[in-house]
């Protein structure tokens, strides 16, 4: 099966990723004073290319980073961040000045040409895009020396491959997700995690400096969710798209083999699945783990804003698969759905950690 | 005045540069033995990162790249020509291997989307899009190994500000161009090539290590040229394009001084003046320079091909200026122009001049 390559909405309008990601900015806001931190305590000066006697060359990237704006706040904190660490402990000689080259990577979808046109003009770095998907390698050896990425490692580079073979003990029969699926189900979205995850590292690990640092935030499950109506499993939300699929194949909007053969490529690991991952690659150390708290940063103030903000990194590959004519009638019978179930909207119950993940490339 | 931002035509449909730039790609054919010999004579491997044990690292920027293709075959020869001189020469230890990072660089306007979708799949380097003017600061200090700019440094950053000031003797009434113009118009051309030319030298020289290369093609005009029907002069082109427009001004579709404001941004610089600028700069020393013979390489096969590589680059231009309405009229008539004087079609007879210059930066 060929890997998956979508992307956010681009350009600027209503529904495009630069008007609708305020959930995603909200996790940035509440990731700043760890990064700020990750910094501090970790940032070991003498890995910096010294280009020449005048400059040093400090090369950020962020992976995933759609078109902006949250990129440009996470690059402008993370460069400010390192000018204020060094300024504070004299680390540059005084004749020398630092300078940063950040590389914005998305998939070769993603809409580059709006990403470029509202970068900061002020901004105090070098900018480039980069291209392609970050489960391979993106940069050369040894040339990068902070990376970071922003919600995004809960997407799978695929579906896996059994869920859609109707032959197999975890075909995902009448749902778009592993939310009350056989174990089988949620098993393979597991594995393809685990893999994808692996290869993420696997090539940062050749691209990163010894001692270069990876700020991560990674949407994740809770490892237990109370059975309750306190608390909300973060896969809900996709049971309620998918419902209104079924709902759509029922009428006859489209064939149930369409909507059986279309699963989402996402997966809220739960907390000790992302840790045993981490932890068993040789070549980062986990130097911070910790969830973010974003219930203090974000609520959706009303159900379109909530609706809009999936909306808007889920349509393309909607569109992929069931073509874009039904797309306005999917997201108003979601929107219904949400309606009648106002509680999911509440990050309170919605059980979604934010995991911040800070890692140090071993020596 | 503020300098101009446009690009040539995005996307991939009939008017688009990626369809519509044989004239450009035979200029690179011409250049590539150039190309091949100046790396094997002057490539000094020393002056390359060594970023690891086990892996060199040689950058290289395509300056004003527009869309592609002419911009990938070009990277691929280059990149070709150093393996093979790197082979040749044995100058890697046996346990090393070379890496590639292109930077793909023109203005913020240029369609990167298109050029990031039709990046060759096998191609052997990393891939970084670049945006903004070449005219400025784009890398950090000392990070280029090696720079292309193909038939882009006759674009002038802007439009010189006395030939649009009615109270100048440089008030360029009734044309579009220097050609036919009284001498202050030309002086005043003349002198923002020559600012915008140092200006970019002085921006790679920041950027570009000791010894490191630039192969620049460079448009420019004969020193002399006949004054009988056995050459014509490059501006030619521009003349009857202006005629067009001065014709439109005549029927009222636009006003006189709509035409009178406009002026292409364009500068066949006389090769001694190219020559002087550059053996004036204190930063890159001249290796080489001499005019590439286009004649055996492209022939505009009819008229319509010969309109559509100039609508091509001017259309964006032209559209700022006056709007998209008049476009298709304005090439009609241009069309009709040429057709009258087809020997402007004949490249022994235009005298465009295309300069390869081969410049070093001093250590």
Redesign the interface.
């Known amino acids: 099966m060929e890997n998956l390559s979508f992307a956010m909405n681009g350009g600027e309008g209503p529904r495009s990723y630069a008007l609708n990601s305020s959930f995603q900015r909200s996790a940035f806001e509440a990731q700043k004073r760890l990064i700020d931190e990750a910094i501090s305590e970790n940032l070991d000066p003498t890995m910096t290319?010294t280009?020449?006697s005048?400059?040093d060359?400090i090369t950020i990237a962020d992976l995933g980073c759609s078109t902006g704006p949250n990129t440009f706040i996470a690059m402008h904190s993370i460069t400010e961040a390192i000018k204020n660490h060094y300024r504070r402990h004299k680390l540059l000689p005084a004749h020398q000045t630092l300078?940063f080259?950040v590389?914005f990577n998305d998939q070769?979808?993603n809409?580059?040409?709006t990403l470029?046109?509202n970068?900061p003009p002020n901004r105090s770095y070098?900018?480039?895009?980069?291209?392609?998907s970050f489960r391979g390698?993106?940069?050369?050896?040894?040339?990068l020396h902070f990376v970071h990425s922003a919600s995004t490692l809960h997407w799978l580079s695929r579906v896996p491959k059994d869920i859609v073979d109707r032959s197999s003990s975890a075909w995902n029969k009448g749902r778009i997700h592993h939310t009350d699926a056989p174990k089988e189900v949620g098993e393979a979205y597991e594995a393809q995690f685990k893999e994808d995850l692996e290869n993420f590292l696997n090539a940062r690990a050749e691209e990163v400096v010894g001692n270069g640092l990876m700020a991560l935030q990674i949407p994740a499950a809770p490892d237990v969710v109370a059975d309750d109506n306190k608390e909300i499993d973060p896969g809900r939300v996709f049971e309620l798209l998918g419902s209104s699929l079924i709902d759509m194949a029922r009428v006859g909007i489209m064939t149930e083999e369409k909507v059986d053969s279309f699963n989402l490529p996402i997966f809220y690991s739960p907390v000790k699945g992302v840790k045993a991952i981490l932890e068993e690659n040789k070549y980062f150390s986990v130097e911070k783990m910790e969830p973010l708290n974003l219930e203090t940063f974000y609520a959706a103030p009303n159900v379109y804003t909530f609706v809009s903000l999936y909306r808007v990194v889920m349509e393309d590959l909607i569109k992929q698969h069931f073509g874009g004519a039904i797309v306005d009638e999917l997201f108003d019978r979601f929107t219904q759905k949400v309606v009648e179930f106002p509680d999911i909207m509440n990050l309170r119950k919605l059980k979604i950690v934010m995991l911040f993940v800070l890692l140090k490339r071993k020596l």
């Open positions: 290319f280009s020449s005048s400059k060359l300078e080259q590389f070769v979808s809409d580059f040409n470029f046109k970068l070098f900018a480039c895009g980069v291209p392609g390698r993106l940069f050369p050896n040894q040339s």
